[in-house]
T-cell receptor, first 110, second 112 residues
Framework: RKEVEQDPGPFNVPEGATVAFNCTYS??????FFWYRQDCRKEPKLLMS???SGNEDGRFTAQLNRASQYISLLIRDSKLSDSATYLC???????????FGAGTRLFVKA | DAGVIQSPRHEVTEMGQEVTLRCKPI?????LFWYRQTMMRGLELLIY????????DSGMPEDRFSAKMPNASFSTLKIQPSEPRDSAVYFC??????????FGPGTRLTVL
C-alpha cells in the first residue's frame, strides 16, 4: 500500500457545487497533514494544515479520520478559480521525509 | 519578501551534458528540499538538507545526481551526465524547521 493515496480524478463540477476529495494514508502514527494546491505549470502552495480532528477556512473544510486513516477536503460553493490539483501531504514521517500524494485534479465549469 | 528563488527557469540541453540547477531559500529558513515532478511519478522528494547538512538523500535516483548546500542561502542540484529521462520540473522548497514548505517556481528541464 502506498504511504499516501489519492483519487487522481479529474473531478468535473459546475460552479456553486460542493465537492469532496479523500486521501488515505498508511502510517497510523501520522499526527498532522497538509493540503497543498497546485495550479497548472505553477508550484505547489499550502492550502490548509490539518491537526487533531480538522480545520475550516471559509469555503474549505479539512477533516481527519484517524480510525479509518483518511483525510478529506471539502470545497463548498465552487468557483472557477478553484480549478487546480490538490495534493495531500504527510510531513515529517520517519526520518523527516515529506510524502506528497499524486494529487486530485479539479475542474470547475461555468 | 522574496520567496524561494530558482534558476534557470527553463533549461534545454543535450543528452550527456552537465546540468546545474540553483536555489536560494527564504532567508531564515533552515530546511531545504529538492523535488522532481513528472506526469508519471508525481512529486518526488530527492534530497533534504537541515542546517546545510544533507539528512535524507534516499530519493536521489542515481549517482549522476548530486546536491550541495555550501551555505544557508544557496544550494545546487547537479546532473552529470544528463539523460532524456531526467526531463522534468525540479522544485526547490524551504521551511523553518519542519513547518510549511514554500516552493520556488521550479526549473523546467528538457534533455534532448
Amino acid at each position: 500500500r502506498k504511504e499516501v493515496e489519492q483519487d487522481p480524478g479529474p473531478f468535473n463540477v459546475p460552479e456553486g457545487a460542493t465537492v469532496a476529495f479523500n486521501c488515505t494514508y498508511s502510517n497510523s502514527a501520522s499526527q498532522s497533514f497538509f493540503w497543498y494546491r497546485q495550479d497548472c505549470r505553477k508550484e505547489p502552495k499550502l492550502l490548509m494544515s490539518v491537526y487533531s480532528s480538522g480545520n475550516e477556512d471559509g469555503r474549505f473544510t479539512a477533516q481527519l479520520n484517524r480510525a479509518s486513516q483518511y483525510i478529506s477536503l471539502l470545497i463548498r460553493d465552487s468557483k472557477l478559480s478553484d480549478s487546480a490539483t490538490y495534493l495531500c501531504v504527510l510531513p515529517n514521517t520517519g526520518g523527516f521525509k515529506t510524502i506528497f500524494g499524486a494529487g486530485t485534479r479539479l475542474f470547475v465549469k461555468a | 519578501d522574496a520567496g524561494v528563488i530558482q534558476s534557470p527557469r527553463h533549461e534545454v540541453t543535450e543528452m550527456g551534458q552537465e546540468v546545474t540547477l540553483r536555489c536560494k531559500p527564504i532567508s531564515g529558513h533552515n530546511s531545504l528540499f529538492w523535488y522532481r515532478q513528472t506526469m508519471m511519478r508525481g512529486l518526488e522528494l530527492l534530497i533534504y538538507f537541515n542546517n546545510n547538512v544533507p539528512i535524507d538523500d534516499s530519493g536521489m535516483p542515481e549517482d549522476r545526481f548530486s546536491a550541495k548546500m555550501p551555505n544557508a542561502s544557496f544550494s545546487t542540484l547537479k546532473i552529470q551526465p544528463s539523460e532524456p529521462r531526467d526531463s522534468a520540473v525540479y522544485f526547490c522548497a524551504s521551511s523553518l524547521s519542519l513547518g510549511e514548505q514554500f516552493f520556488g517556481p521550479g526549473t523546467r528541464l528538457t534533455v534532448l
